[in-house]
């Protein structure tokens, strides 16, 4: 029955699917997630800790434990791991981001790129090996990497990634690269890398949508245009999000608790609100199914709703409803939606 397919049997002909997993997953200790997890993902991408603040806190430290068990289980589990993510302008490590000199910084660069890909190399399937290096009209993000290595830094990351670990899948991963200018600079930025005779297997879309407006039109030209580029085409961090991204007045750390307004299905989601993101995303699946030859992976962003980065974005403490299980892990009807474009 619909209520017990498993995601990753039904497209199992088609594409990857994947999750993200938070620490705690890693770890088994959180028993129903593990279970879905199991049940229905065959690729997953640790949320946070193979990023350089946690897993090279200090010059010459590294913190591969996490890492590691995310590996074991990985192995354990037949479930193919995706590192996130190599290079990152955000959560870098104090000391990385107060290197003030550019030899230094290149030298912290070069390590960092060395010993985390090598480790890892033949045990994870893929890298996302630069993450995020542009801005929205197409231009290079304005960042430490680009201010001390200049924006050769993308290509000089993956050139030592391929050195380093020759059997993962390279990729480029950012967000809103399914917008027309976005979209542009990330061609000429791949289109570099790969004239400079350099390895990269794949662009990651991120996939960080909202309910009603999910770009589809682009999202189809986007798969197009990259794949004639010979790349693959992966959505990296699926969740289609309900609630509003812009609060007048509200800032980041302000608590949703002092505004209800803020958070206006805390109670539950209107059903008007269920059936649009159930049609989002049975619409998605559909066009993935279609360029299924250019779509080799899927992962949603998170096991559930709950445990979202969403609800703490843009304000702590939302009632978010991104992805398709519930807070009860229960699938939800976007779940079906989904599970029917097979049938
Ligand atoms: O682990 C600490 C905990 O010890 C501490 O008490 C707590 C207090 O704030 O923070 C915890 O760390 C948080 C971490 O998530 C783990 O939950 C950080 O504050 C928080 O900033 C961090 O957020 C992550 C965010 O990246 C950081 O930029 C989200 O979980 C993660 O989902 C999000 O993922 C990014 C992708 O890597 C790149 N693309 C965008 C995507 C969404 O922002």
Same mark, same amino acid.
Request: aromatic residues 12%; contains cysteine.
């Given at each position: 029955?619909? &209520? ?5 049997? /039904? ?5 990857? %699917? ?30 946070? %800790?193979?990023?350089?603040? @946690? ?5 010459? *430290?590294?913190?591969?434990? =996490? ?62 090996? *630069? ?12 960042? @430490?990497?680009?201010?001390?290595? $200049? #924006? #050769?830094? *993308?290509? !000089? ?27 542009? $600079? ?7 890398? &790969? #004239?400079?005779?350099?390895? @990269?297997? $794949? ?15 682009? %999202?189809?030209?986007? %798969?197009? &245009? ?10 990296? !961090? =699926? ?8 609060? &007048? $007045? ?5 608590? *949703?608790?002092?505004? +209800?307004? =803020? ?6 989601? +209107? ?33 559930? #709703? ?31 939606? /989904? ?5």
């Amino acid at each position: 029955t619909a &209520q017990d397919a498993s995601l990753k049997k /039904v497209f199992a002909k088609d594409f990857g %699917i994947g999750t993200a997993m938070s620490a705690g997953q890693i770890e088994e200790k959180d028993p129903k997630a593990n279970a879905l997890i199991q049940k229905h993902f065959n690729m997953a991408t640790p949320e946070n %800790i193979m990023k350089a603040e @946690i897993i090279h806190p200090q010059w010459d *430290v590294y913190n591969f434990d =996490l890492a590691d068990k995310m590996v074991a289980y990985g192995k354990k589990n037949k479930i193919k791991i995706n590192g996130h993510t190599l290079i990152w302008h955000s959560q870098l490590p104090a000391f990385a981001r107060n290197i003030k000199s550019v030899d230094s910084f290149r030298t912290f660069f070069t390590n960092h790129i060395n010993t985390v890909a090598s480790r890892y190399d033949g045990k994870i399937f893929s890298w996302d090996v *630069v993450n995020e290096a542009l801005n929205e009209d197409g231009t290079m993000r304005k960042s @430490i990497f680009l201010n001390r290595l $200049g #924006d #050769d830094f *993308v290509t !000089e990351a993956f050139r030592l990634a391929a050195k380093a670990s020759p059997k993962a899948e390279l990729y480029y991963n950012d967000y809103n690269n399914e917008q027309p200018a976005k979209r542009a $600079g990330c061609i000429t930025l791949i289109k570099k890398i &790969q #004239d400079a005779g350099v390895r @990269i297997d $794949g662009v990651g879309i991120q996939g960080h949508w909202h309910v009603g407006k999910v770009p589809f039109k682009e %999202i189809e030209e986007s %798969i197009v &245009q990259y794949g004639a580029m010979g790349l693959k085409v992966m959505f990296t !961090e =699926l969740d289609i999000e309900v609630l509003p991204r812009s609060f &007048q $007045g509200a800032d980041v750390n302000q608590r *949703v608790a002092s505004n +209800p307004a =803020l958070n206006p299905y805390k109670d539950g989601l +209107p059903d008007s609100v269920q059936q649009q993101l159930a049609s989002d995303y049975e619409t998605l699946f559909k066009l993935f199914l279609k360029y299924k030859d250019k779509v080799t992976r899927v992962t949603f962003w998170g096991v559930n #709703d709950g445990q979202s980065w969403l609800n703490d974005w843009p304000v702590r403490g939302r009632t978010n409803y991104p992805l398709l299980f519930d807070r009860e892990f229960n699938p939800k009807p976007a779940f079906y939606k /989904v599970i029917g474009t097979k049938k």
